[in-house]
């Protein structure tokens, strides 16, 4: 079983838009959690953190599910510019090491 | 600040040569590391450094290796390089090892294709 799972997608939505992401993760002890953007060719950047009582930057929302093991991106009125892949970072069993899910792709069309 | 530098930007090699990929960062992060970026699979670390002295592996360490003689500088090397090493690498550094410190921060990534 994969570290971190997601949903590839693509997610093709139009422009204002709400849209959600989901990920999951094998490792019931992991407490680090973000959510990275990447353009395409480009590097990851960090888009946000995780807590465990959810956060919220603008018009972004992410939040924690332990009991089963899953965290979200919620991204409302959604932006041409927001067409991206969002990378979903675990913690893994070493607390060195951080697992990548294989990223959502969207699509956010006029 | 340069933030995380890589070089080269792109390379190619053919079979069984070797090479060492640059990495180096001026946020006097303690914690750095390499990624190798496959379509498809996300990004899947290969090895990692706490510290000046100290690296380990990650989940695909084999056909490279590290050294961290200064807390600036993480270089990657391919010993014999096979066409399976064909992608992106991304080199990544943080400042420490918990809750809001591990934000890591990229490198643009070298693009490498074996043939």
């Known amino acids: 079983r994969k570290e971190v799972e997601q949903d590839p997608g693509p997610f093709n939505v139009p422009e204002g838009a709400t849209v959600a992401f989901n990920c999951t993760y094998s490792?019931?002890?992991?407490?680090?959690f973000f959510w990275y953007r990447q353009d395409c060719r480009k590097e990851p950047k960090l888009l946000m953190s995780?807590?465990?009582s959810g956060n919220e930057d603008g018009r972004f929302t992410a939040q924690l599910n332990r009991a089963s093991q899953y965290i979200s991106l919620l991204i409302r009125d959604s932006k041409l510019s927001d067409s991206a892949t969002y990378l979903c970072v675990v913690e893994g069993y070493n607390f060195n090491k951080f697992y990548f899910g294989s990223g959502t792709k969207l699509n956010v069309k006029p | 600040n340069a933030g995380v530098t890589q070089t080269p930007k792109f390379q190619v090699l053919k079979t069984g040569q070797s090479m060492t990929l640059q990495c180096a960062q001026d946020m006097n992060h303690e914690y750095m590391s390499w990624y190798r970026q496959d379509p498809g699979m996300g990004l899947r670390l290969i090895h990692y450094s706490v510290g000046a002295g100290i690296t380990d592996q990650g989940e695909v360490p084999n056909g490279y290796n590290v050294s961290r003689s200064t807390t600036e500088d993480f270089p990657l090397r391919l010993l014999s390089a096979a066409p399976s090493q064909t992608s992106v690498y991304f080199c990544?550094?943080?400042?420490?090892?918990?809750?809001?410190?591990?934000?890591?921060?990229f490198g643009p990534g070298t693009r490498l294709t074996v043939t």
């Open positions: 990544a550094s943080s400042y420490g090892l918990a809750g809001p410190s591990y934000e890591q921060y």
């Open positions: 995780v807590y465990s």
């Open positions: 490792n019931s002890a992991s407490q680090s």
